[in-house]
């Protein structure tokens, strides 16, 4: 029972390498999520995807696309890599969008960018 | 600024105790409050949660308080067990489905 499963689980970049995080789910959500989490801060929202085939922009996109490739599927990409993209990165489901319908987590990705 | 937040970075508890964590938010829209425990190296993993238009849930050991006048909401756990010891994110839904984080509490449980 894997539920959400993200690689790698760490990686290192030079500044302007790319890179893409990737993000599956065996639970059958319709919604999925990436997050960041920085030192001493929430998790902070960077895309998310209602239902296959969206995607809608969170609080803090700049510097990321992203790619719903099918319902399982979500896909996270940094084109240009920034020292100030160094964090965790965690990709989360749902059922739905709602606070009845809880999140489930990945273990994370810890990215590094030198 | 922030919406959410938890202006404890850590707190320390007996085994057996009560563990009290707090939470304050600004917007009084926010429809759904929700607790999440976080173990190092791992996701968040959702706790409970509480609806807007309720003033209290209970979920075995784990019970969340909402005063709403207050824009408050605790975290209570009674009692404390070693396994606790983790990182306690409040969250809280807007009005678009998604989900504002506080900073976390570390919650450590003393044997």
């Known amino acids: 029972n894997a539920g959400v499963t993200q690689t790698p689980k760490f990686q290192v970049l030079k500044t302007g390498q790319s890179m893409t995080l990737q993000c599956a789910q065996d639970m059958n959500h319709n919604s999925m999520y990436w997050y960041r989490q920085d030192p001493g801060m929430g998790l902070r929202l960077i895309y998310y995807?209602?239902?296959?085939?969206?995607?809608d922009k969170g609080e803090v996109p700049n510097g990321y696309n992203v790619s719903r490739l099918n319902k399982r599927e979500f896909s996270l990409r940094l084109e240009s890599a920034a020292p100030s993209q160094t964090s965790v990165y965690f990709c989360?489901?749902?059922?739905?969008?709602?606070?009845?319908?809880?999140?489930?987590f990945g273990d994370g990705t810890r990215l590094s960018i030198l | 600024d922030q919406q959410v937040k938890q202006n404890s970075p850590s707190l320390s508890v007996q085994e057996g105790r009560i563990s009290i964590l707090n939470c304050d938010y600004t917007?009084?829209?926010?429809?759904?409050f929700l607790w999440y425990k976080k173990y190092p190296a791992e996701g968040p993993t959702f706790l409970i949660s509480?609806?807007?238009i309720k003033d209290k849930n209970e979920d075995g050991r784990f019970t969340v308080f909402l005063n709403k006048s207050a824009k408050h909401l605790s975290l209570h756990i009674v009692p404390s067990q070693p396994g606790d010891s983790a990182v306690y994110f409040c969250?809280?839904?807007?009005?678009?489905?998604?989900?504002?984080w506080g900073a976390g509490t570390k919650l450590i449980i003393k044997p």
């Open positions: 917007n009084s829209m926010f429809d759904y």
């Open positions: 969250a809280a839904e807007d009005s678009n489905y998604q989900l504002i």
């Open positions: 989360a489901s749902s059922e739905q969008g709602s606070g009845n319908q809880p999140q489930h």
């Open positions: 995807s209602a239902s296959e085939g969206t995607t």
């Open positions: 509480i609806s807007s």
